[in-house]
Nanobody
Framework: QVQLVESGGGLVQTGGSLRLSCAAS????????MGWYRQVPGNPREFVAS???????TYVDSVKGRFTISRDNAKNTVYLQMNSLKPEDAAVYYC???????????WGQGTQVTVSS
């Protein structure tokens, strides 16, 4: 099992910044990539960014140039630096970890990001 704990969400004004963190614990060695998704009520969960062992970062077009995903392997933590936030970025952000042993991957509990206009 892998456990993921997100932190760093909160309320920010339009144009502001937040940094989300996701700390992984447990069977770290089976993680092949980590990512961030977001979801607003009534909508499906949306991919935001990911970073894998084999490839560099990948982003959804709507956040390119504003969000940066990074990882600190020593801390087993992945970050999402979010700059120039817009109201449409408001959502619950979920951290995910891919594993070849778990089809649906692992998910954190989510952290709320609210952007005021």
């Amino acid at each position: 099992q892998v456990q993921l704990v997100e932190s760093g969400g909160g309320l920010v004004q339009t144009g502001g910044s937040l940094r989300l963190s996701c700390a992984a614990s447990g069977r770290i060695f089976e993680i092949t990539g980590m990512g961030w998704y977001r979801q607003v009520p009534g909508n499906p969960r949306e991919f935001v960014a990911s970073i894998t062992n084999a490839n560099g970062p990948t982003y959804v077009d709507s956040v390119k140039g504003r969000f940066t995903i990074s990882r600190d392997n020593a801390k087993n933590t992945v970050y999402l630096q979010m700059n120039s936030l817009k109201p449409e970025d408001a959502a619950v952000y979920y951290c995910s970890a891919d594993s070849p042993h778990v089809l649906q991957g692992y998910w954190g509990q989510g952290t709320q990001v609210t952007v005021s206009s």
